[in-house]
T-cell receptor, first 107, second 117 residues
Framework: EMVLTQSPVTLSLSPGERASLSCRAS???????LAWYQQKPGQAPRLLIY???SRATGIPDRFSGSGSGTDFTLTISRLEPEDFAVYYC?????????FGPGTKVDI | HLRLQESGPGLVKPSQTLSLTCTIS??????????WGWIRQPPGKGLQWIGS???????YYNPSLKSRVTMSVDTSKNRFSLRLNSVTAADTAVYYC?????????WGQGLLATVSS
């Protein structure tokens, strides 16, 4: 069974700062099927990154994804006020989908 | 522009069956490359994938829920549905439908389903 671990649980930063969020898989995964989402209170999640590093349609270039194997990172180069939210990583395999527990980015 | 909308009862009694429908607009459920999924989120908690289905009815489910879940498709009405039986309070959650392209790129707004007597 795949387990995704995200760290830190909470990241306290200020607008303009750089954010690095980690997602670690319990065993080696295909980068093709690693995605990141942003969720704000009362809203559905929004796809940010798919294939570990490809930005989804309409996603600003301050969001970037990287990594391979078991370690993946979502980077927000300069935080904007609207970026304060919860971020989830997700993996797909033939067994289905697994989500990480989330990282909250707050002020 | 693809849009998805969940519908169904917001309150279900314990041991009964939760039935939800997701109606698609701005696109066709019959796209051969797409699956359509259900994801849920208990209040204050994280996301859990429930299952996904394609236009022909091929479905795959979260192993932890598989014994209680059935998904179906109605191509004539461009919608798909979820049935979760024998519900308990632990099934109280916001239920989202979404397009499954091995990630989820279009989501409905979500529907809160509460299990309570």
């Amino acid at each position: 069974e795949m387990v995704l671990t995200q760290s830190p649980v909470t990241l306290s930063l200020s607008p303009g700062e750089r954010a690095s969020l980690s997602c670690r898989a319990s065993h080696t995964v295909s980068s093709t099927y690693l995605a990141w989402y942003q969720q704000k209170p009362g809203q559905a999640p929004r796809l940010l990154i798919y294939g570990a590093s490809s930005r989804a349609t309409g996603i600003p270039d301050r969001f970037s994804g990287s990594g391979s194997g078991t370690d993946f990172t979502l980077t927000i180069s300069r935080l904007e006020p609207e970026d304060f939210a919860v971020y989830y990583c997700q993996h797909y395999s033939s067994s289905g989908f697994t989500f990480g527990p989330g990282t909250k980015v707050d002020i | 522009h693809l849009r998805l909308q969940e519908s169904g009862p917001g309150l279900v009694k314990p041991s009964q069956t939760l039935s939800l429908t997701c109606t698609i607009s701005g696109g066709s459920i019959s796209s051969t490359s797409d699956y359509w999924g259900w994801i849920r989120q208990p209040p204050g908690k994280g996301l859990q994938w429930i299952g996904s289905i394609d236009y022909s009815g091929n479905a795959y489910y979260n192993p932890s829920l598989k014994s209680r879940v059935t998904m179906s498709v109605d191509t004539s009405k461009n919608r798909f549905s979820l049935r979760l039986n024998s519900v308990t309070a632990a099934d109280t959650a916001v239920y989202y439908c979404a397009r499954d392209i091995r990630s989820f790129d279009y989501w409905g707004q979500g529907l809160l389903a509460t299990v309570s007597s």
